[in-house]
């Protein structure tokens, strides 16, 4: 599991990726980063991907499109790693 989650984070700004302002996205090169980074990078209608400096264009960062398999493993983490959270929700 823990392998697992060292892949779960951008590797541009080593964040784990989340559901929320680090999304997984990924580029047309068939790198992943995260919305934040997508953000950062973005300069008048293009990304130069950080890992292999191909340029990928898109009119918008929210186009970007999302990396939905990296998204469902985050949720699936969470649902196991946080047991507490869980019991807090527990009516008994
Ligand atoms: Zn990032
Ligand atoms: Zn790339």
Not at 23 to 38: A, D, E, F, K, Y
Request: charge should be positive; include cysteine.
């Amino acid at each position: 599991m823990d392998r697992i989650k060292k892949s779960l984070k951008c590797p541009v700004c080593y964040f784990t990726f989340d559901i929320n302002t680090r999304i997984p996205r990924v580029l047309t090169c068939g790198h992943n980063l995260c919305g934040s980074c997508c953000s950062k990078i973005y300069t008048e209608g293009s990304i130069t991907c950080p890992i292999c400096k191909k340029d990928n264009c898109y009119d918008n960062v929210s186009l970007i499109t999302q990396n939905y398999i990296v998204i469902e493993m985050i949720q699936e983490i969470k649902a196991t790693d946080e047991p507490m959270f869980k019991l807090k929700n527990n009516p008994f």
